[in-house]
């Protein structure tokens, strides 16, 4: 892999600025952020009444945590446009994330908040080593979901030529890849394995195209999987962060020098991590949920945003904004099975160092004699591998997940290309026991 790393004298001076000049421009914005939220949304208002709190008592950044939090019902307790501090005209562009139940939570920007996001999503770009005038092939999904279009518009504002493939069309992806001879994609990590696949189906060594690098995000993935994609394509794999209620894409990017989680655009974002189960914010470096709160945001401030994503905070490396830890799991992704809590990325970390086994996986929990079980269903990595070594490769899983994760499961590996593909964010968990 080639060394792409950026130039210190190509960064923003806010990246390397002192954690001094940092802070006093977070307080600063803070401050406006919080008043601007209490008198244009009527949400925010009633909520810090309630609590008896004003944005006047904002006098230090710890100041923030007398605040009551937000979640995603109160975005969709008001939606569509209820979360709004702008009048309607001054809104430029609205995105909306489905939710699995319910009506699907609306965000929306000003012209200002575009700009924004796109100087953000340039500065990503930058981390992750690609440089103005190379080209990206940007395989997120176009439309009401942010990751198509926030990478889009700040990917041409910084200078690179955009091929919008969206997701989806695998065989043509392969194509375009190989014609056009991108530098670098955007695409969520599970939808890069199908692209993977399409790449042999196709008789292409995917070690030899052109791409520098993978910019992926969107869902958890884990360092077991970033040694499985950069060494299938040979290529860097760095992480990229965000969310819909924040922004979108490029909250938070892995900057390719360090490769050590994501770090923080602190000077838009104010990141807190909390206890989950008291909202209290945890000591300095301990694991809790990620919370946000927006620092310039005009159309949809967020003032204490809990993301339901655990992490934890580190302090800077290759920038001087603080970073956080690559994400395991979401909250409500966990898993309880027989007492234990699970996440799907133990599976994933246990599953990739298994060579004969496929990096495709799903976890189907069910109920039986009302005791839970928990079946991997995976595939073997080519029709080659036989029914010996399927089964031994089952037996290696599963005593991986009872000693280091402490659980009994059963696996099943079943032929190449078995199980369901995503062409964006991908399914991990089925879970039958709620039917029951
Ligand atoms: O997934 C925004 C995005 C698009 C990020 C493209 C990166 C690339 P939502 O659909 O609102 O927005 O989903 C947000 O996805 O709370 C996390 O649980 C998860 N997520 C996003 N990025 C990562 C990541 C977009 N790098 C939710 N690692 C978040 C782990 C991620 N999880």
């Known amino acids: 892999m080639q060394d792409i790393a950026p130039k210190r004298e190509t960064l923003e001076p806010i990246e390397i600025a002192s954690r001094d000049e940092i802070e006093a421009l977070q307080l600063e914005r803070l401050k406006?952020?919080?008043?601007?939220?209490?008198?244009?949304?009527?949400?925010?208002?009633?909520?810090?009444?309630?609590?008896?709190?004003?944005?006047?008592?904002?006098?230090?950044?710890?100041?923030?945590?007398?605040?009551?939090f937000t979640v995603k019902s109160d975005l969709r307790d008001?939606?569509?446009?209820?979360?709004?501090?702008?009048?309607?005209?001054?809104?430029?562009?609205?995105?909306?994330?489905?939710?699995?139940?319910?009506?699907?939570?609306?965000?929306?920007?000003?012209?200002?908040?575009?700009?924004n996001w796109n100087n953000l999503i340039g500065r990503c770009l930058r981390a992750s080593g690609l440089r103005p005038g190379e080209m990206l092939h940007n395989a997120y999904g176009y439309g009401l979901f942010t990751g198509g279009l926030g990478?889009?518009?700040?990917?041409?504002?910084?200078?690179?030529?955009?091929?919008?493939?969206?997701?989806?069309?695998?065989?043509?992806?392969?194509?375009?890849?190989?014609?056009?001879?991108?530098d670098g994609i955007t695409v969520t990590p599970s939808y890069a394995l199908s692209i993977l696949d399409a790449f042999r189906a196709a008789g292409i060594d995917p070690r030899e195209t052109s791409l520098k690098v993978g910019i992926f995000g969107a869902e958890p993935w884990t360092n077991a999987m970033r040694r499985e994609i950069e060494d299938a394509f040979d290529m860097h794999a760095v992480d990229i962060y965000g969310l819909s209620e924040v922004m979108g894409p490029g909250v938070a990017m892995e900057c390719i020098e360090s490769k050590d989680g994501p770090t923080i655009w602190e000077d838009h974002f104010l990141a807190e991590v909390i206890n989950p189960e008291?909202?209290?914010?945890?000591?300095?470096?301990?694991?809790?949920?990620?919370?946000?709160?927006?620092?310039?945001?005009?159309?949809?401030p967020i003032i204490r945003y809990r993301t339901r994503d655990l992490t934890r905070l580190l302090a800077g490396t290759a920038r001087s904004m603080r970073r956080m830890e690559k994400i395991t799991g979401r909250s409500d992704?966990?898993?309880?099975?027989?007492?234990?809590?699970?996440?799907?990325?133990?599976?994933?970390?246990?599953?990739?160092?298994?060579?004969?086994?496929?990096?495709?996986?799903?976890?189907?929990?069910?109920?039986?004699?009302?005791?839970?079980?928990?079946?991997?269903?995976?595939?073997?990595?080519?029709?080659?591998?036989?029914?010996?070594?399927?089964?031994?490769?089952?037996?290696?899983?599963?005593?991986?997940?009872?000693?280091?994760?402490?659980?009994?499961?059963?696996?099943?590996?079943?032929?190449?290309?078995?199980?369901?593909?995503?062409?964006?964010?991908?399914?991990?968990?089925?879970?039958?026991?709620?039917?029951?």
């Open 32 to 68: 406006w952020s919080v008043a601007h939220a209490y008198n244009n949304v009527p949400f925010y208002k009633k909520s810090f009444d309630e609590a008896g709190v004003h944005p006047d008592d904002i006098k230090s950044l710890s100041d923030l945590a007398k605040f009551p």
């Open 78 to 115: 008001n939606y569509p446009f209820g979360m709004l501090a702008v009048p309607r005209d001054q809104v430029a562009r609205v995105h909306a994330s489905s939710g699995t139940t319910g009506k699907p939570t609306v965000v929306g920007y000003s012209k200002t908040d575009l700009q």
């Open 151 to 182: 990478v889009h518009g700040g990917a041409e504002d910084y200078g690179l030529q955009v091929v919008p493939v969206s997701g989806g069309m695998t065989a043509r992806q392969v194509t375009l890849i190989n014609d056009f001879k991108p």
């Open 278 to 300: 008291t909202g209290e914010p945890v000591a300095e470096g301990e694991m809790g949920e990620l919370v946000f709160t927006s620092l310039t945001k005009e159309a949809l």
């Open 333 to 436: 992704d966990m898993m309880i099975v027989r007492g234990v809590n699970v996440f799907p990325s133990q599976v994933e970390e246990q599953l990739m160092d298994i060579g004969d086994l496929a990096p495709h996986y799903q976890i189907v929990l069910e109920r039986e004699n009302r005791m839970d079980t928990f079946t991997i269903h995976t595939e073997a990595a080519s029709e080659a591998v036989d029914q010996s070594s399927r089964d031994a490769c089952a037996q290696t899983l599963a005593k991986a997940m009872k000693d280091v994760v402490g659980i009994s499961v059963q696996v099943q590996v079943n032929d190449p290309g078995s199980v369901e593909r995503s062409e964006g964010k991908a399914k991990r968990v089925i879970d039958k026991r709620a039917q029951d």
